[in-house]
């Protein structure tokens, strides 16, 4: 399963991490950690897994998940835009490319 949502680039500066929320956890519903390097833009494809049989709903215009803003003192050298990675501008569910 996948939810999308845009990113925007980040300055060289911030880190963002997505990590899920607790209520969710306790039933079962689980967000992979994932972190959005600096300058990197696209739409995230959020990785959501049910690791119990039990029944669980998700309603909409829930938030499934926090992204957090980290600001460092300095700034990287390279963002993810000069290393052109290979999920850079990505649009919609894009699946793992190995």
């Given at each position: 399963?996948?939810?999308?949502?845009?990113?925007?680039?980040?300055?060289?500066?911030?880190?963002?991490?997505?990590?899920?929320?607790?209520?969710?956890?306790?039933?079962?519903?689980?967000?992979?950690?994932?972190?959005?390097?600096?300058?990197?833009?696209?739409?995230?494809?959020?990785?959501?897994?049910?690791?119990?049989?039990?029944?669980?709903?998700?309603?909409?215009?829930?938030?499934?998940?926090?992204?957090?803003?980290?600001?460092?003192?300095?700034?990287?050298?390279?963002?993810?835009?000069?290393r052109?990675?290979?999920?850079q501008?990505?649009?919609?569910?894009?699946?793992?490319?190995?």
């Open positions: 399963m996948g939810a999308i949502h845009r990113v925007r680039s980040y300055p060289l500066d911030v880190l963002t991490i997505c990590v899920g929320k607790s209520t969710y956890a306790r039933c079962g519903i689980l967000v992979n950690v994932t972190s959005f390097e600096p300058e990197w833009e696209g739409f995230a494809t959020f990785e959501i897994a049910k690791t119990t049989p039990l029944p669980a709903r998700v309603y909409a215009n829930q938030g499934l998940c926090q992204i957090l803003f980290f600001r460092s003192d300095e700034a990287r050298e390279i963002g993810s835009a000069d052109k990675g290979k999920y501008k990505q649009q919609g569910i894009v699946l793992p490319k190995l």
